[in-house]
């Protein structure tokens, strides 16, 4: 089965809120006939874009191939939390590629999300962007472990912009009776995913990006010069990007094997008006330290946009309102019988260590992937180091790609199966409470 198709409708976004809220952007024509480029890069989303308007503004001559619409993958419906760091922790980071590294990926993932503030900024993006991310747990052992995390990112990289929570604090954020304190990030912040890649798609076409939506790559032939065969027509070109992430399919099986697809759901409630005071009582946005885990945050017009619920099948659930729905309940009981307006789901690529999985796939193609649900300042990030790499500069994408990666047991066959047992003892566990 087809990804790219399995839960959508041809060149049309989901019916979220994040759609019934976008900025219009018109349609860009399908590719037809043969044309040749700089550069090729397949994948609309926040790799693909950043590495287009990078790449144009330094005067590349750039065509990107997007299968839908800009913005129609992961990059147009997630959760809009742009997380302090690598999806890894630092302590993890350390042990994987010590010390020398894991400082620089720490500074990579600073980088990243400053990147994001500032291209919203220079292209004066509209897109809601507020700082503030908690991190919450559900008892004293997880708040003990925050707490520290929180200490060695202070302590370790001179992180100013985070503060513990104890168990009052994190309730005057958050008065829900699930949670017992964390931390709170306000050099993080959240932003409207869609409205965000809408703007780098538009800064890039303004910067000189030949767009194609509705034009999916079917085929790649290797070279000194790279052929893509679309359906009605080809693309030559010196370099390739690849910017696929969740919906790559088999298009290149060295990344199918390391960059797994898996979905995760969100639903937008009814705007709860002065209720929202019981869910948030600041402009936040909430992670919490669940394995399935819980995010959320409130929409401009006064919603619970909550993330959660996973499912490691190619197909969406049937009912996804009553999937999200579960562990919403859970955190704020007395939502039980709110209006769910909207309910969607997104394919993600995550990766054995959930760190990006950034290659180099023949001298002159480049793919990246994989952020394991920390996309969005991580997929702006490495679409520029994929630019700055193909100028020359390549230190960043050498750092990044240099994370040791796994392939998932079975390869790209089997591995679905097996991450479905793995998955669903951690997300037993969740619901035990271990
Ligand atoms: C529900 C959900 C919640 C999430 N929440 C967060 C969050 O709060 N914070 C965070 O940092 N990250 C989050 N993520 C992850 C984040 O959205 C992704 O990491 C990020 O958007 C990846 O961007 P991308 O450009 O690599 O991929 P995508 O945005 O998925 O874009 C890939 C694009 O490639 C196109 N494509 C694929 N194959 C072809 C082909 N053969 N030809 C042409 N086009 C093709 C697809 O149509 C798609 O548009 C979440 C993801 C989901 C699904």
């Not at 999300?113 to 220079?122: D, G, P």
Request: charged fraction near 20%.
């Amino acid at each position: 089965m087809n990804l790219l198709y399995a839960n959508d409708h041809r060149a049309e976004y989901p019916g979220s809120w994040y759609a019934a809220t976008a900025h219009p952007f018109d349609r860009f024509p399908a590719l037809e006939g043969n044309v040749t480029a700089d550069v090729c890069i397949v994948g609309g989303g926040y790799t693909g874009l950043s590495a287009a308007l990078h790449l144009a503004e330094a005067g590349f001559d750039v065509v990107l191939l997007e299968a839908h619409r800009v913005g129609f993958g992961a990059s147009g419906r997630n959760g809009g939390q742009l997380g302090s760091a690598q999806r890894l922790d630092q302590e993890d980071l350390e042990r994987l590629v010590g010390d020398g590294d894991a400082a620089r990926l720490w500074d990579l993932a600073e980088d990243a999300k400053a990147l994001v503030k500032s291209l919203i900024s220079k292209h004066q993006i509209d897109c809601d962007l507020k700082p503030g991310i908690a991190v919450l747990g559900f008892n004293k052992a997880e708040r003990d472990e925050l707490h520290s995390h929180a200490a060695h990112l202070s302590n370790r990289y001179s992180y100013d912009r985070i503060k513990p929570l104890d168990a009052e604090a994190g309730h005057s954020l958050c008065p829900s009776p699930a949670y017992a304190g964390g931390y709170l990030d306000t050099g993080a912040a959240h932003l409207h995913p869609l409205n965000y890649a809408l703007g780098l798609a538009r800064a890039a076409v303004s910067a000189g990006l030949r767009l194609h939506e509705s034009t999916e790559v079917l085929e790649i032939d290797e070279g000194a010069r790279v052929t893509l065969r679309t359906d009605k027509g080809q693309v030559t070109a010196d370099h390739v990007i690849l910017a696929c992430n969740g919906y790559l399919g088999d298009l290149n099986r060295q990344v199918a094997s390391r960059v797994m697809p898996i979905n995760n759901f969100i639903a937008a409630t009814e705007p709860l008006g002065a209720e929202v005071q019981r869910v948030l009582t600041q402009d936040i946005a909430v992670a919490d330290t669940k394995f399935v885990v819980n995010y959320f945050r409130l929409s401009a017009d006064g919603r619970l946009l909550f993330g959660g619920g996973e499912s490691y099948g190619y197909q969406f659930p049937q009912d996804i309102a009553a999937k999200v729905c579960k562990p919403m309940v859970g955190i704020f009981p007395h939502l039980r019988d709110v209006r769910i307006d909207y309910a969607w789901g997104g394919t993600l690529g995550i990766t054995m260590r959930r760190m990006p999985y950034l290659a180099r796939l023949a001298p002159n193609i480049l793919s990246a992937s994989g952020y394991s649900g920390h996309g969005v300042g991580t997929a702006t990030h490495a679409g520029q180091l994929m630019a700055l790499a193909i100028q020359g500069q390549a230190e960043g994408f050498d750092t990044m790609a240099r994370v040791p990666s796994l392939p998932f047991p079975g390869g790209p066959a089997l591995r679905s199966p097996l991450l479905v047992l793995a998955m669903t003892w951690y997300a037993l566990r969740d619901r035990l409470g271990f």
